[in-house]
């Protein structure tokens, strides 16, 4: 992604050096996060209209230290930064699915004007062991099914 059509492509980690967060703060219920322009980001909703409910607290991942985590366990409407999805040593951070979780939405990081970004992104979506509590939400299970079986060219 890049914040303009005359600036370059940034990995999925974002810049470092241009730290933004949503101009206009948490709307339609959904949190403001601050980090890093064009990093990749997610948030998990439940069925319901996000705007129904109060946003949840902001998250912040301007520092490296914030960025570094091993296990994030992000609320519902909380949107949360993944970047390339591994630490600064090279382990493979993990995102625990909030409960009730039915859908993961993913995009850039940009403060407004969403319509002057150019490029895009390709995710790999990793399922956890079925054993784990993390599957307890079987909504996001079936969105990690369908998301595995568009990827490998089956039907979803």
Do not use: C
Request: charged residues 15%; proline residues 9%; glycine residues 12%.
């Amino acid at each position: 992604m890049a914040f303009g059509p005359t600036k370059p492509i940034m990995p999925p980690d974002g810049d470092f050096l241009t730290l933004t967060h949503h101009g206009a703060g948490a709307v339609n219920g959904i949190a403001d996060v601050r980090g890093p322009i064009d990093a990749l980001m997610g948030v998990f909703l439940d069925p319901d209209q996000p705007n129904f409910f109060a946003p949840p607290a902001a998250l912040d991942f301007s520092t490296e230290a914030s960025r570094d985590y091993l296990t994030l366990s992000p609320v519902l409407r909380q949107v949360f930064y993944i970047g390339d999805g591994l630490t600064s040593l090279g382990d493979r951070q993990k995102i625990i699915v909030p409960e009730g979780a039915t859908r993961l939405f993913l995009g850039g990081l940009d403060g407004m004007e969403w319509s002057n970004n150019p490029g895009g992104f390709s995710v790999q979506v990793v399922a956890p062991e079925p054993s784990t509590q993390v599957l307890a939400a079987l909504g996001f299970a079936i969105l990690l099914w369908r998301l595995i079986s568009k990827r490998d060219g089956g039907a979803a």
